[in-house]
């Protein structure tokens, strides 16, 4: 039996940014075993070749783009060159970032995910940009980086058009291509539901009435190919745009709770506090930026 990937979530993601990218330089050997994101993550490769365990073996070369969807398991390592060698060198050199999917759906824009739905399909995972689109797609993750080092107010419409932009063009490098016929399989179709539906009343027999199986076999199914149970996969959806909501809207605690799913405001308090080591209205005093507009003082218990 396959080991367990384990789950990965701090990577890219901020604090409760929808977006953020990072430019990595040198190389790494493979981890001991796969990892899984919470989010869908895309790479540039600038400079030299990168090898990819993804549900089969890829070589990720100069203007080539590597996807991997939330929840695909996968381990990336530098090809012919150790983690000292590739250091020394720079033998490797892309751009990356990491993009919360249901904070997307909840804008109306998951079609700007289409990239990674072929992949969950069965589509190539690395594919190729044309060179005469290279210096411009380069361009937009160096502002993109930018935005993401600099937080003010405007940052967040600047890093949500950028990542627009982004994934116009990888989508321009896909639209020649059939798509495949869905094939994922459970664990995809489950996810592929939570991450569409995790913002209204879901819950886990929902999730599985959706794929045709019973809910312990679609739990046992996420957690071993994800690290990461089917109701896991829910809460983390939720907290993600929770996060997203106390950082650029005024709305309050007990709104927002509503939004992402918790009739019961106090539950929602609860979850994120055990996510988050702290209230939502005390993580969100704590990680605002820019001008901050009045927020009205929550009733007792929704603090």
Do not use: N
């Not at 690395?126 to 930018?146: C, G, K, N």
């Not at 592929?192 to 027999?205: F, N, V, Y």
């Not at 996969?233 to 709770?257: F, H, K, P, Q, T």
Request: glycine share 10%; proline share 7%.
């Amino acid at each position: 039996m396959p080991p367990r990937p384990t789950v990965r979530d701090d990577a890219f993601l901020d604090a409760g940014a929808l977006v953020a990218a990072r430019r990595l330089t040198g190389g790494a050997s493979a981890p001991h075993g796969p990892v899984t994101h919470g989010y869908a993550a895309l790479s540039f490769q600038l400079r030299g070749e990168t090898r990819v365990e993804q549900g089969g073996l890829w070589t990720v070369r100069e203007g080539d783009v590597h996807l991997v969807p939330a929840g695909a398991p996968h381990r990336r390592f530098d090809a012919g060159a150790t983690e000292s060698r590739a250091a020394e060198s720079g033998a490797t050199e892309s751009w990356c970032l990491g993009v919360c999917v249901p904070c997307m759906a909840a804008e109306g824009v998951h079609e700007l995910l289409e990239p990674f739905e072929r992949v969950r399909d069965g589509g190539s995972a690395v594919l190729t940009i044309p060179e005469a689109r290279r210096p411009y797609l380069q361009s937009l993750f160096a502002e993109l980086e930018r935005t993401s080092r600099h937080a003010g107010h405007l940052a967040p419409v600047e890093r949500r058009s950028l990542l627009t932009l982004i994934l116009a063009e990888v989508g321009r490098a896909t639209a020649s291509e059939a798509r495949p016929g869905p094939g994922g399989g459970v664990v995809v179709e489950a996810i592929r539901h939570i991450e569409r539906h995790c913002l209204g009343p879901l819950t886990l027999r929902e999730v599985a009435d959706a794929v045709g199986r019973s809910p312990a076999y679609v739990t046992g199914a996420i957690s071993r190919a994800t690290g990461r149970s089917a109701v896991k996969w829910i809460i983390a959806g939720r907290m993600a745009e929770a996060r997203r909501l106390l950082l650029r809207s005024d709305e309050r605690v007990d709104v927002i709770a509503e939004r992402v799913g918790y009739a019961d405001p106090t539950h929602f308090i609860r979850l994120f506090r055990r996510e988050h080591g702290q209230t939502p209205a005390a993580w969100r005093a704590a990680h605002r930026v820019g001008p901050r507009p009045v927020i009205a003082d929550p009733s007792p218990g929704r603090r």
